[in-house]
């Protein structure tokens, strides 16, 4: 019976130690469980935090494309009406470079008309003074004639 009571108490000797060891076990398992939800809960929130972090990056971006596509498009729409002016520029260069060379033309016509007007005046004057120095010394012809036809009576 002795021997009976021993290794009963030898049993519930190691079954304490077990339970024992069961229950540092256990502990160990609830605070690696707890260090587990803890560290799962952490990164959940920079996860979150991430996303986050992310939804507003692309939302920037979003706005920035935007950005950049009306400041392309009045670019754009300033570069078409620059084109415009600088066209309308030339067109107006070459209706100026035209109507000059009109002008010069029609300056060389006046200047030759003029000319060709003068010469004719001076020539025509020139006629008359011949006509009037002829008429002159025809009537002065006369007059000595008849001064003479005079002289004689």
Known sequence: LHACH??????????????EALRREEASLAALQARCHDECAE?????????????LEEDRAAEVSIQLAQARAERDAE???????ERRARTA????????QGLRSHEDLAVRTLKDAVAKLEGDFA???????????RALAQTK??????DQR
């Open 6 to 19: 021993r290794d009963i108490a030898h049993e519930e000797s190691v079954l304490r130690a077990t339970q």
């Open 43 to 55: 990164l959940a929130s920079e996860c979150s935090a991430a996303q986050q972090r992310r939804r």
């Open 79 to 85: 570069a078409q009406v620059a084109r415009e002016h």
């Open 93 to 100: 260069m070459m209706a100026r470079e035209q109507a000059l």
């Open 127 to 137: 006629q008359e003074r011949a006509d009037f120095a002829e008429r002159d010394r």
């Open 145 to 150: 004639e008849l001064e003479r036809q005079l």
